[in-house]
């Protein structure tokens, strides 16, 4: 059963970069044909994809976000980051760390079998 556990900041000041970290547990991140997903839910809307990256490393990002997002995989720590720059208030919202298929990426939310529980990032002065 693999898990899912994000940590990070919880409060981020405006402009200032959002970085979180996924780690995983009870598989390898290396392990085809999965992805390794972002999805952020603002409060009061629904979830919105913001970046994944494969087993083999491959990245995939929202085209709205694309600017401001990196992500990339420690396969020796079995984790993966999202670095999200310039952020704004906008960016205020529960972050959750996902896999789902390589061929859902950015698709079918119902395609992902593991969720991280959340965490609740709030941009402010």
């Known amino acids: 059963q693999v898990q899912l556990q994000e940590s990070g900041p919880g409060l981020v000041k405006p402009s200032q970069m959002l970085s979180l970290i996924c780690a995983v547990s009870?598989?390898?991140?290396?392990?085809?044909?999965?992805?390794w997903s972002w999805i952020r839910q603002p409060p009061g809307k629904g979830l919105e994809w913001v970046a994944s990256i494969a087993y083999d490393g491959t990245p995939y990002y929202s085209p709205s976000l694309k600017s401001r997002t990196s992500i990339w995989m420690d396969t020796s720590k079995d984790q993966f980051t999202l670095h999200l720059n310039s952020v704004t208030p906008e960016d205020t919202a529960v972050y959750y760390c996902?896999?789902?298929?390589?061929?859902?990426?950015?698709?079918?939310?119902?395609?992902?079998?593991?969720w991280g529980q959340g965490i609740q990032v709030t941009v402010s002065s």
């Open positions: 009870g598989g390898s991140i290396t392990t085809a044909p999965y992805a």
């Open positions: 996902a896999r789902g298929p390589q061929n859902a990426v950015g698709g079918d939310y119902a395609e992902y079998d593991s």
